[in-house]
């Protein structure tokens, strides 16, 4: 090897870094790896948000019996026309029980929700009335804040729709709205495809307090006596998505009740009033699977979107006597 050659090697450079094709390849293997990773991210995510929303229906199931050993009640559901009263609901009542007495005491009960002098409060986000796994829309407002009145403050009208609330209590297995077209259990002309009573046509929701379900249209309150079927196997609150409440509930918007006359995760798609509010009303939710459930007894369940529509309506009941088995 002569002196060239030797000095060649000496200072020959070799190339530095990656070649094309090693570069593709660490690229793919980077892609592959996150796609795989993205998955388990989400699922991360979902059981993140979901144990939140069970922790707000804890929190509202503990506020409820605080409640009852205070007024040796539940909260009555709203204030109505006919109880010549202003306009509140449960959710109004149990502030001062989920920590927000600043927020309770900001209220004038004097007068109804919409009036100016709560102008500003109703707009107060409250955490544990919000589903933190909700994709919220143009219905849920601009603050995301509940409304504590029974119509919200839009009307049919209003472009803007009201908050509503996330966790409506249970009216149980009661119509929607007199549900003309019930108990033959056929659509209506104004609400095709409805899935309201299906033949299961439980009483009215209108005074006297014959309502069905642990809550009903008027300042009816129950007592935890009342509820003979047991507190496990009654359901008190349950999850909604103000984005299908806006113009969806019981006769106007935003109501603080909702059914199980409605099968459950009935998402509607009816554009504009009126003919969709006699469906709307129902438990929902962006969990995938199904929503969560708040019994009587202070206890949260998720219930699976294909629960058997009977058993459903036979947890909606308090005093109904029929056999439940839990979903």
Same mark, same amino acid.
């Given at each position: 090897?002569?002196?060239? @050659?030797?000095?060649?090697?000496?200072?020959?450079?070799?190339?530095?870094?990656?070649?094309?094709?090693?570069?593709?390849?660490?690229?793919?293997?980077?892609?592959?790896?996150?796609?795989?990773?993205?998955?388990?991210?989400?699922?991360?995510? @979902?059981?993140?948000?979901?144990?939140?929303? !069970?922790?707000?229906? $804890? &929190?509202?199931?503990?506020?409820?019996?605080?409640?009852?050993?205070?007024? $040796?009640?539940?909260?009555?559901?709203?204030?109505?026309?006919?109880?010549?009263?202003?306009?509140?609901? #449960?959710?109004?009542?149990?502030?001062?029980?989920?920590? !927000?007495?600043?927020?309770?005491?900001?209220?004038?009960?004097?007068?109804?929700?919409?009036?100016?002098?709560?102008?500003?409060?109703?707009?107060?986000?409250?955490?544990?009335?919000? %589903?933190?796994?909700?994709?919220?829309?143009?219905?849920? +407002?601009?603050?995301?804040?509940?409304?504590?009145?029974?119509?919200?403050?839009?009307?049919?009208?209003?472009?803007?729709?009201?908050?509503?609330? #996330?966790?409506?209590?249970?009216?149980?297995?009661?119509?929607?709205?007199?549900?003309?077209?019930?108990?033959?259990?056929?659509?209506?002309?104004?609400?095709?495809?409805?899935?309201?009573?299906?033949? #299961?046509?439980?009483?009215?929701?209108?005074?006297?307090?014959?309502?069905?379900?642990?809550?009903?249209?008027?300042?009816?309150?129950?007592?935890?006596? &009342?509820?003979? @079927?047991?507190?496990?196997?009654?359901?008190?609150?349950?999850?909604?998505?103000?984005?299908?409440?806006?113009?969806?509930?019981?006769?106007?918007?935003?109501?603080?009740?909702?059914?199980?006359?409605?099968?459950?995760?009935?998402? =509607?798609?009816?554009?504009?009033?009126?003919? %969709?509010?006699?469906?709307?009303?129902?438990? $929902?939710?962006?969990?995938? +699977?199904?929503?969560?459930?708040?019994?009587? =007894?202070?206890?949260?369940?998720?219930?699976?979107?294909?629960?058997?529509?009977?058993?459903?309506?036979?947890?909606?009941?308090?005093? +109904?006597?029929?056999?439940?088995?839990?979903?």
């Amino acid at each position: 090897m002569n002196h060239f @050659d030797l000095q060649s090697r000496r200072h020959r450079r070799w190339p530095v870094g990656f070649t094309l094709i090693e570069l593709l390849v660490v690229i793919a293997i980077i892609g592959i790896l996150v796609a795989l990773l993205l998955p388990a991210v989400q699922a991360a995510r @979902d059981a993140a948000r979901r144990s939140a929303c !069970q922790n707000n229906l $804890k &929190q509202i199931g503990l506020a409820m019996h605080s409640y009852h050993n205070v007024h $040796k009640s539940l909260p009555y559901t709203n204030q109505m026309p006919y109880d010549s009263a202003p306009g509140a609901t #449960w959710g109004a009542m149990l502030l001062p029980f989920v920590e !927000q007495q600043a927020v309770y005491d900001q209220f004038d009960f004097s007068v109804h929700m919409g009036h100016p002098n709560n102008a500003k409060i109703v707009t107060v986000v409250v955490p544990v009335f919000i %589903c933190p796994g909700a994709a919220y829309g143009s219905g849920e +407002g601009g603050s995301r804040g509940p409304i504590f009145d029974n119509r919200g403050d839009a009307g049919f009208d209003n472009p803007n729709p009201a908050h509503g609330l #996330w966790y409506p209590v249970s009216m149980g297995p009661t119509h929607n709205d007199n549900c003309v077209f019930c108990p033959e259990a056929k659509s209506s002309p104004s609400a095709p495809d409805s899935y309201c009573c299906q033949g #299961w046509n439980y009483g009215s929701s209108s005074p006297p307090d014959n309502h069905t379900g642990l809550f009903g249209r008027s300042t009816k309150s129950v007592r935890f006596a &009342q509820i003979s @079927d047991g507190l496990s196997s009654t359901i008190m609150n349950g999850e909604t998505l103000p984005r299908q409440c806006s113009y969806m509930g019981l006769y106007a918007p935003n109501f603080s009740l909702a059914g199980t006359t409605i099968t459950l995760n009935t998402f =509607d798609v009816c554009p504009a009033p009126p003919g %969709c509010h006699v469906r709307g009303c129902g438990f $929902k939710s962006d969990h995938p +699977g199904g929503a969560h459930f708040l019994l009587a =007894d202070a206890s949260v369940q998720f219930f699976n979107t294909a629960i058997d529509y009977r058993l459903y309506n036979n947890l909606g009941t308090r005093a +109904g006597g029929e056999p439940v088995v839990s979903p």
